[in-house]
T-cell receptor, first 109, second 114 residues
């Protein structure tokens, strides 16, 4: 089992709808969790991080963490064409940062 | 700060040649990571350093790969000899210590081995 698993997609979502991205992790010692966005040909950039169970909101983005289920999700509200990208889930344990393979998101105009 | 700086941005080399990728982390960051990204395998952690000391190199695929960090502002990833299957985008990232600190990425080096 890979340490961080994501559905590779593509996930197609109509403009204006909610996009839901999911991630599971295997190491229960993981301490913090990150969502990165990567446009084609570019480097990953941080969108949000979360380390406590529950929800964390930042603008159109909401990260959700359930440590008991070892599950992290990212919701994008009012999806825009500019949100089309690959979304990478990452976990941090003792400063070692491991990434999932990413989910390709396509927002349909 | 200019961010994490990698060089070269693109490298095309022939199979069997030595390749050296370079990275300058963000000043003050005490962690440096080398990742490799391919369509098939995603973003794989190859090795990471803390205060210039290699902590975990379990992701280095073979003995052909080596990495050094001679000082806090410079790191290299060397492949010798290179093979076509090494073709990928190699990213360097740096971070501060701490559970909630993010990794900041360089622009990457796109390596093509022919």
């Amino acid at each position: 089992q890979k340490e961080v698993e994501q559905n590779s997609g593509p996930l197609s979502v109509p403009e204006g709808a909610i996009a839901s991205l999911n991630c599971t992790y295997s190491d229960r010692g993981s301490q913090s969790f990150f969502w990165y966005r990567q446009y084609s040909g570019k480097s990953p950039e941080l969108i949000m991080f979360i380390y406590s169970n529950g929800d964390k909101e930042d603008g159109r983005f909401t990260a959700q963490l359930n440590k008991a289920s070892q599950y992290v999700s990212l919701l994008i509200r009012d999806s825009q064409p500019s949100d089309s990208a690959t979304y990478l889930c990452a976990v941090n344990r003792d400063d070692k940062i491991i990434f999932g393979k990413g989910t390709r998101l396509h927002i349909l105009p | 700060d200019a961010g994490v700086i990698q060089s070269p941005r693109h490298e095309v080399t022939e199979m069997g040649q030595e390749v050296t990728l370079r990275c300058k982390p963000i000043s003050g960051h005490d962690y440096l990571f080398w990742y490799r990204q391919t369509m098939m395998r995603g973003l794989e952690l190859l090795i990471y350093f803390n205060n210039n000391v290699p902590i975990d190199d379990s992701g280095m695929p073979e003995d052909r790969f080596s990495a050094k960090m001679p000082n806090a502002s410079f790191s290299t990833l060397k492949i010798q000899p290179s093979e076509p299957r090494d073709s990928a985008v190699y990213f360097c990232a740096s971070s501060l210590s701490g559970v909630v600190t993010e990794a900041f990425f360089g622009q990457g080096t796109r390596l093509t081995v022919v």
